[in-house]
């Protein structure tokens, strides 16, 4: 059976019966799906870097993307005075990103303008 048919026959599976679904594939094994709880050694990694400057081992909690030292267990900001702080972190790395993809477009623009002229081709 052809692996892409594999994955969503297992993704049909999964979501008729209302469970978490994931895969992984390789190129000689094919694919091997599981619905659930991930195998134990195939276990996604926390990979948050810690004080030794190395990425960390521990599995993620459920559901999340770190493990519970790193903030998994982490339930977000309860207060309004809490949300508005992040709130206000999320507007500023926003416009923070916007200014540099701006920047970025600039530079294209200036480095295609550059070659345009000095008779170049792209």
């Known amino acids: 059976m052809h692996p892409l ?4 026959k297992a993704q ?8 978490r679904y994931s895969f992984s594939y390789h190129a000689e094994k094919g694919v091997t799906a599981w ?5 134990k ?3 996604r990694r926390c990979g948050a870097l810690c004080r030794n400057g190395e990425p960390c081992k521990l599995r993620v909690v459920e559901g999340k993307r770190r493990c519970r030292l790193h ?26 990103r916007a200014a540099n993809r701006a920047l ?3 530079r294209g623009r200036v480095i ?8 170049y081709s792209i």
């Open 71 to 96: 903030g998994g267990l982490s339930t977000g900001p309860k207060t309004p005075e809490g949300r508005e702080r992040i709130a206000q972190a999320n507007r500023q790395r926003a416009a923070t």
């Open 112 to 119: 295609a303008e550059e070659i345009a002229r000095r008779g």
């Open 41 to 43: 050694g195939k276990q």
């Open 12 to 19: 049909a599976k999964a979501k008729a019966e209302g469970r």
């Open 5 to 8: 048919l594999q994955i969503l």
């Open 35 to 39: 619905i659930g709880k991930q195998p």
């Open 104 to 106: 970025l477009i600039e």
